[in-house]
DNA sequence: TTGTAGGCGTTATCAA
DNA sequence: TTGATAACGCCTACAA
């Protein structure tokens, strides 16, 4: 049986009222008194109950966020990085973190998300890989409940989002390449309908342009944000009769499968061939050489986003309400290499 | 404003006693009734309070899972898929996965469990990393909050658990290799106050003195369970003199670090040298050549630990309370290769 | 500075 | 078969 509050004020003999606000750190509350009740609150081990105070607060005291998971076994590494940052940021409050997997798009995503909101389970919501046309933004919108993304889009609904700026970082990544003396640049990209992919071609395509480099198409290839796919998609250039000496990737996973591919042919990488990523997973498990990518990590994004929902749950108000990041590029050995002009 | 039983109750006309049950599937409720107030919660899009509810059948209807995120930045597969399966399993439920990081043994980590126990914030909780002296076994045992784990430990108190056995399993690889023809068989383990750890490397001993090879302990080093780890690990061995043919790895990602590693230097692994995984990661990140494992998967085994809490909780009683499963192997191309005797 | 009392939205007991 | 009513544990306006 657990302690309420009322075996603390028994205990004490005082009334629940006054237990309650020296808790709560009302300054209507002697300080003795206080003292006490601090004390014996946590000699009893006692919590208030998260129901009850939910129940009378009006408030969930939860953030949650809908995995994504297409397959049983996603396992991109972004997720982590993303669950790592809403968690560390929320340890702060007492909010919790509730965490449910559904694949996108799917009728068990829709049930979860309408569940949650009817029955008030969460006081907030953080939308990850938002859709071109994304109904739970409508529907988020209309019963009222705080949201935020990791991006925008084309919905006439406006909602606040963080967001990489895709054109202007990876033409800045183009541009860094060139700078190192590469004209031969590589382009590996990811499934065609993403905004992402849209977003960061294009910016491949500025980068080239800025430098008057003629753009070559056998230059690029289509991977699909994966280790592997970055893997396949690299050796149709390794194998051109005029291969690049440098290959820009429309994320990290990609250029993780580049770098172990090149690394197979005996290409040394940073070296004989530069190899860049996006998305600035920091991340224990990679090995060296270090990958150029960019800042913000997800990690950060997934912190900042957090404050954002929080901020707009607690005050109603926040100021910067979307976020067009742009990107810093982070130079690490992977390009550190010269081109071969 | 929240739609509540009240008004449905209203609108049709009948007492919240009636709409309560009906929409329980009580059977003192008469059908038409019971149509009528279906009807009416879903056109009104009403769904319980989760909170009322709580307060009023003590219960949280939550599962707890921390993670253990020992920097900012973990992103061991080992993990998402672990989560992956939890979340999948819960669906079918309408329990909720509550999920918070926090660095193991922190005093963080600590307050986090007291919270979750005392505020009656979850009915269950999975416990991952088990420690060889865990001070949370003990804690949640006392509390009575039911709970499952992925390992046993020396506690003296019992709890379910499901768990790879450790020792035959890697005592299976080891005498796989030694059937490949291969003598000079190296470890990599992890740190060493884990429990897995400890059983792990007695099964690699096993497995050599099964076949009478004498324990050469220039062939172990120490990793940390991650791919840097094994990426490290592995270089002292492979500049050995007298450096092993067949490297047995106490988790997948350790040797992903060692393959990557061993290609590095040129060796061609399945053939020049050999490496085997622990842990079944089902990864569509991993690249070839395809990594010697053990099975169940982590996916399979978070699924089947989540049904086991349920059960527990739901019933009380559950048949098998530890469950110790001999792993069986998964031979793949990266142990394909012949040793050098 | 402290205590009394009402109600948050359910579910469960009891009576009609 | 249905309805009135009492908790569940907490917070807070109001009274003392």
């Not at 798009?105 to 979860?112: C, N, R, T, V």
């Not at 382009?187 to 849209?198: N, W």
Request: with cysteine.
């Amino acid at each position: 049986m657990p302690i309420t509050i009322h075996d603390v004020a028994k205990q004490l003999k005082l009334s629940i009222t006054t237990v309650s606000r020296a808790l709560d750190g009302y300054d209507d509350v002697s300080e003795e008194t206080r003292q006490r009740v601090i004390q014996a609150a946590r000699e009893m081990g006692y919590a208030p109950s998260r129901a009850a105070r939910q129940l009378r607060r009006q408030q969930a005291e939860a953030i949650g966020y809908i995995l994504p998971a297409s397959t049983p076994r996603f396992t991109d590494p972004y997720f982590s990085q993303f669950i790592a940052g809403l968690g560390d940021e929320i340890a702060g409050s007492n909010y919790d973190l509730v965490i449910s997997t559904a694949p996108p798009g799917d009728a068990a995503e829709e049930m979860l998300y309408r569940r949650w909101v009817h029955s008030r389970r969460v006081d907030g919501i953080v939308l990850a890989r938002i859709r071109k046309q994304d109904w739970r933004v409508r529907f988020l919108s209309e019963a009222g409940l705080p949201f935020v993304a990791t991006a925008h889009n084309h919905d006439p609904v406006d909602f606040p989002y963080i967001e990489l700026n895709g054109q202007s970082g990876m033409s800045a990544i183009v541009q860094h390449l060139i700078h190192q003396g590469h004209r031969k640049i590589a382009y590996i990209g990811a499934q065609e309908d993403l905004i992402l992919e849209a977003e960061r071609f294009a910016g491949y395509r500025m980068g080239l342009e800025a430098a008057r480099i003629v753009f070559r198409d056998d230059l690029v290839a289509a991977g699909d944000m994966t280790r592997r796919g970055g893997y396949h998609a690299v050796q149709t250039l390794l194998d051109l009769v005029d291969p690049p000496t440098a290959i820009a990737c429309v994320n990290d996973l990609t250029a993780e499968g580049v770098m172990r591919a090149a690394s197979e042919r005996g290409l040394r990488v940073g070296q004989d061939v530069a190899v860049t990523g996006f998305d600035g997973i920091d991340d224990p498990e990679v090995i060296e050489p270090a990958l150029t990518s960019c800042t913000p990590s997800v990690y950060e994004i997934a912190r900042r986003l957090m404050d954002m929902l929080m901020k707009q749950i607690k005050g109603g108000f926040i100021q910067e309400t979307s976020i067009l990041l742009t990107p810093e590029l982070n130079v690490r050995e992977s390009s550190a290499g010269k081109g071969s002009g």
